[in-house]
């Protein structure tokens, strides 16, 4: 298994930023496998962007934990994978580097942010991919590219070394085109990590199993509701359907606090945005900056020229949401409603085992169809209560609509990775048989 592999894919989707030689290690759970690393989460020696101009050129001097298990198990980092400008968008088409395409369909969106892993795994460039997962991350692209994809519990995997966007509701996880991939992947990346203060040692080590005699599955009417394309519902209906044919119940459940989910998810993720992409001042990373100016003109002209609108447009409004005066007004009442939001949810736990529905609300859309800021956040609204919530959330492809994957969402009680990717699994044996 020695020796450098050297990784030059046909990347026609532009899923890749970067793409490298390696040397895989032999042995180890993941001896010799290619894995497609987002370029938010940091790689000793190879370049690390987020999908911005500030850090073209930086080369991170350490690895995240996530890579170093990586690396320890014989995994070949074969490249970093394109993303919306620090993971600030749906569609991928916020990265700095030009959008990626869907491998489905080419002129259309892959989803995003972690856009490039799903399209380098659809696109059978690499079997396993790593993603980031703030507000749907993960599962938007895993849904509109007809992959697997998991967030997990907030906790569970190391955030050492991925590059903050809004630290309290994202995770690293796992993308791949089976269930029993993205649950290998996962064996190998949580692992408990003193260096991040919010994880817990609660490592997953777990092959997935299809028997789901008993499961009870809770059915969220506001998943099903208004926005919601009636064709995607469907499907998800007809796999929730497979799965109950395998043993499994269905309750009704409600989550009411879901119409605050997206207004309270915005305030806190451009909050924390507003203080985690302050140290992108042209100084310490990337670029140099004409120091001849003064700090602040200096400052204010490397953040124009190398942030994108759409980072900028967050950071200015994190930073107003926070501010004196108002902080009250948005910035705690979306905590009030994440809490609403976090018990919903335990609520609903106390009579189903995992919660079904559609992780997004419509297909992949044509690239550039989406311009306007406020129908690019709605497109959210199925994933980020679990983000606000910290639970577990999987994407597992449930058919198509017009030639285009549906993704049915499957979602958790913290901790509880092994129930959904079961169930996942389940469905996914159920239909192939
Ligand atoms: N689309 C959401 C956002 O723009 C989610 C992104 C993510 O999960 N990183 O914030």
């Avoid at 895989?24 to 010799?32: D, E, M």
Wanted: aromatic share 8%.
């Amino acid at each position: 298994m020695a020796g450098t592999l050297d990784f030059s894919p046909d990347d026609r989707y532009n899923a890749f930023i970067t793409t490298c030689s390696t040397a895989p290690f032999s042995g180890g759970a993941l001896a010799g496998i290619a894995v497609a690393v987002k370029d938010n989460i940091s790689t000793a020696g190879i370049e690390t962007t987020c999908g911005s101009r500030i850090l073209e050129g930086y080369i991170p001097p350490y690895d995240a934990y996530v890579v170093e298990l990586l690396r320890r198990e014989g995994a070949a980092i074969v490249g970093k994978t394109n993303m919306d400008e620090f993971g600030m968008g749906s569609t991928t088409e916020t990265s700095a580097f030009g959008p990626t395409k869907n491998p489905v369909d080419p002129s259309r969106v892959p989803g995003g942010s972690s856009g490039g892993s799903a399209a380098a795994v659809a696109a059978g460039l690499v079997p396993m991919a790593l993603g980031s997962d703030t507000g749907g991350s993960i599962r938007c692209p895993a849904a509109f590219c007809g992959v697997v994809g998991l967030k997990p519990t907030y906790g569970r995997v190391s955030r050492y070394g991925l590059i903050a966007y809004a630290s309290s509701l994202e995770q690293v996880g796992p993308m791949a085109r089976t269930v029993e991939d993205v649950s290998r992947l996962m064996s190998v990346i949580a692992r408990y990590d003193p260096r991040d203060a919010t994880m817990f040692d609660r490592p997953y080590d777990h092959r997935p199993s299809a028997d789901i005699g008993g499961l009870r599955v809770g059915i969220p009417g506001e998943y099903f509701g208004e926005g919601v394309d009636p064709r995607v519902a469907k499907k998800v209906r007809d796999a929730i359907g497979v799965i109950e044919d395998l043993g499994a119940s269905t309750v009704p459940v409600s989550i009411p606090g879901m119409r605050y989910a997206l207004a309270a998810y915005y305030v806190i993720c451009t909050a924390e945005a507003s203080s985690n992409i302050a140290r992108f001042d042209g100084v310490r990373y990337g670029p140099a900056v004409d120091t001849r100016k003064s700090w602040h003109e200096a400052y204010q002209d490397i953040r124009q020229e190398k942030l994108g609108p759409e980072v900028r447009r967050r950071v200015m409004l994190g930073t107003f949401a926070l501010s004196a005066g108002y902080a009250g007004r948005y910035y705690a009442k979306a905590l009030g409603a994440r809490q609403k939001i976090r018990q919903d949810f335990e609520r609903a736990f106390r009579d189903v085992d995992v919660i079904a529905g559609p992780t997004m609300p419509t297909v992949a859309f044509p690239l550039g169809e989406r311009t306007d800021p406020v129908s690019m956040y709605l497109s959210d609204i199925l994933t980020a209560p679990a983000n606000l919530a910290g639970i577990p959330a999987i994407s597992v492809p449930c058919g198509r609509v017009d030639g285009l994957p549906v993704g049915l969402q499957l979602m958790g009680r913290q901790f509880e990775e092994e129930r959904i990717i079961d169930a996942a699994y389940a469905y996914e044996q159920g239909v192939k048989a």
